[in-house]
């Protein structure tokens, strides 16, 4: 990983890969100093840790840090993803707009996330005070603390948005985009519609022509 200067904005998002509920994009500024209680905590990428300790992690980091997490609702999803017609132009427009907030709260020197696609779709993004600092970006991100924190918040508040709406349909929705995820849809559609869907999930994924048929 190329050298960064202290303090540092780790930006991480949660709910690409799945189907239902939102894209998450959070950002975590960490100061050199707090590192090793993160590490005493066991702060690690989220995808390791159980769903009941990332929420525990997420409010211990939360007292520690400035933190931002912007939410992407499934029908906003579809609609960017139709104008854009790119995940990882939208994936760069949140993190652009974590860094942009977190830098309104206090200052960075360096945004690292986990590289998801060319270094411009967050550099294209930012506005003026993103271009003071350096943006790194880099394969398998979450080994920093800093990123592995936001991928804690960002893991997090999508877990929460994910059982708000299954309570909102009675209805469990399994994350991901497994056949379980596609008999949940069928179940959702017979007893709301088609456009429930829009509401509730990404359109664009193959998951949508398997349960509408």
Not at 84 to 99: E, Q, Y
Not at 126 to 141: A, E, F, P, S, Y
Not at 194 to 201: G, H, M, Q, Y
Request: glycine letters at 8%.
């Amino acid at each position: 990983m190329p050298p960064a200067r202290w303090p540092i904005i780790g930006v991480d998002e949660s709910g690409k890969g799945d189907f239902f509920g939102p894209l998450v994009i959070a950002g975590v500024l960490t100061p050199e100093e707090i590192v090793p209680s993160l590490l005493e905590l066991g702060v690690r990428d989220s995808k390791t840790i159980a769903d009941g300790r990332v929420a525990v992690l997420a409010e211990r980091i939360a007292q520690l840090c400035v933190f931002d997490v912007v939410v992407i609702n499934p029908e906003k999803y579809n609609q960017l993803y139709q104008k854009i017609r790119n995940l990882n132009k939208l994936l760069g427009w949140g993190h652009a707009r974590v860094i942009e907030n977190i830098l309104l709260k206090a200052p960075a020197a360096t945004a690292i996330s986990d590289k998801f696609g060319h270094d411009r779709f967050i550099l294209d993004n930012l506005q003026k005070m993103g271009k003071t600092i350096d943006i790194i970006q880099t394969v398998r991100g979450e080994q920093h603390p800093a990123v592995a924190a936001a991928s804690v918040m960002a893991r997090a508040e999508f877990i929460r948005r994910m059982e708000s709406l299954s309570g909102q349909y009675d209805l469990i929705l399994p994350k991901g985009a497994s056949s379980l995820v596609d008999d949940a849809g069928r179940k959702l559609v017979k007893t709301h519609g088609l456009d429930i869907l829009e509401k509730v999930a990404k359109v664009h994924f193959k998951n949508y022509a398997k349960i509408t048929g």
